[in-house]
């Protein structure tokens, strides 16, 4: 069998690892505990129509006190691995100054039970969860927000480098200043142009330094987590080939260009017009930008059909960064997770193969997450038999599989998620974990797709016994 068949488990490479990822506010809980500060998700989540059914992350998965259940959920698994994120607020509550020394304390310990667990930590600086304070400064929008994000970087690898081998600087950036302020779809929920441009600048920038801070503190695995859309014209006309191309330079070329290539986006001026000034660039980002990493990760989910559109706003000043005369399309050829989004796994290859393309620079890659929402409900017989999410699990590993051996250098798989969760501006309605939640009683129960993906990981290692 080659990996490219879609039958019984995909093939790895001797070395390859496993592992699963969560986000601190998907899970953590305990919101106003242990000196945590506000985030600008706790302050979304409390503005009226923000979040679907009124949710919050007050209390998620309460993994703050049940970190201990959670883990033995990963060694009974038997991952290599476990990502997490570390919240902002729990270690500086106001986004500067000395540490919270409770805050730091919770990931001691978290980090101390992974590793007598025999469980690799890999840590996330930022994923999402920006201290309010920060945000009432100006946020992302704002040179300074970087420049504290390497403070709070140094205060965290000081205490957790010494046992944490691995960390991602930011997850998603794309989320974080486009969907965040300028789509005002999550915190801290802006419709700006300029903005929302100014935004993505010095989240790059803020990962050149908090790159340079781990690099000082002795770190050597050091990534960043992007999410690069495989991005397909709706038809093969001229209007719709060119809004492909805007979209790619918003979705992908932003990230990658800086980071892999050692420039800006070549179509820039095409794409957002009059507010690509670069006015929030200073001589040098670049090369701080660009300094050498020890992988990327990718978090893939599904391809995105674009066709043509107008502008959604007539007055030039009110347009926002991702008003760039391009549309989504809906996909009837396909199945769609419970997210509304197509399960089209070839896609997934296309997308890592274009990428060492494109950039020969691209370092290893770790997916960092790939999964799917599903329609879960408890069987009679108490179990949760989530077939179209091992279906989706195996047909994606399959389609890593045949990128690796189209000659893309691939290291490991973090399955998204470990458990139900807190799912953003969806509240606790899309549930994508391999472990279901009972969110009236926490209960942690194992599905269908917990058990198929241990099968496949221990597979993988009596393959190469």
Known sequence: MTATETTGFPRFPRGFFFGAATASYQIEGAFDEGGRGPSIWDTYCREPGRVADGATGDVACDHYHRYREDVALLRDLGVDSYRFSIAWPRVQPRGSGKANAEGLDFYDRLVDELLASGIAPAATLYHWDLPQALEDRGGWRVRETAERFAEYTRLVV?????RVPRWITLNEPFCSAFVGYAIGRHAPGAREGRGALAAAHHLLVGHGLAVRALREAGATD???TL???R????????????????????HNDVWLDPLFAGRYPRNEADTWGEMADGSYREEGDLELIGAPLDFVGINYYRPI????????EEDPAARTAVDIRVRETWREDVRHTTMGWPVVPHTFTDLLVDLKGRYPELPPVVITENGSAED????EDGQVHDADRVDYLRDHLHALAAAIEAGVDVRGYYVWSLMDN??????????????????DTLQRLPKDSYRWYRDLLTDHRQAHA
């Open 158 to 162: 000081d205490r957790l480098g010494d």
């Open 222 to 224: 050091v990534g960043i």
């Open 227 to 229: 999410n690069p859309d």
């Open 231 to 250: 991005l397909l014209p709706a038809t093969q006309s001229p209007a719709d080939l060119a809004a492909v191309r805007r979209a790619e330079t918003l």
């Open 305 to 312: 059909t674009i066709a043509a559109a107008p502008h959604q």
């Open 376 to 379: 879960d409900t408890v069987a």
């Open 422 to 439: 807190f799912e953003w501006a969806f509240g606790y309605a899309k549930r994508f974990g391999i472990v279901r939640v009972d969110y």
